[in-house]
Nanobody, 123 residues
Framework: QVQLVESGGGLVQAGDSLRLSCTLS????????MGWFRQAPGKERQFVAA????????LYAHSVKGRFTISRDNTKNAVYLQMNSLNPEDTAIYYC????????????????WGQGTQVTVSS
């Protein structure tokens, strides 16, 4: 089993930055990629960003490209999502995800989910 724990959510104003963290524990050797998804009220959960755990390849949703950066620290079994130039449309619960495969683009690729962290951007 793999456990994912997110942190770093909160309430910010439009234009602000926020960094989310996700710590991985358990059978970490089975994880090939990690990523972030988000779900706004009344909407489907959508892909945000992902990366491979070893090679460092990344993928981004078009809506966040250039504003968000995903990174990892393998020494800490952690993945981060740096979010800049936030706007109210970024308001959602952000979920950390782990997969045994790559690419990680959709919910169908995910083997493990974190519990989610709320990000609220006020205008």
């Amino acid at each position: 089993q793999v456990q994912l724990v997110e942190s770093g959510g909160g309430l910010v104003q439009a234009g602000d930055s926020l960094r989310l963290s996700c710590t991985l524990s358990g059978r970490t050797g089975s994880v090939a990629s990690m990523g972030w998804f988000r779900q706004a009220p009344g909407k489907e959960r959508q892909f945000v960003a992902a990366l491979t755990c070893r090679a460092g390849a990344t993928l981004y949703a078009h809506s966040v490209k250039g504003r968000f950066t995903i990174s990892r620290d393998n020494t800490k079994n952690a993945v981060y999502l740096q979010m800049n130039s936030l706007n109210p449309e970024d308001t959602a619960i952000y979920y950390c995800a782990a997969s045994s495969t790559w690419p990680l683009r959709g919910q169908w690729d995910v083997n493990y989910w974190g519990q989610g962290t709320q990000v609220t951007v006020s205008s």
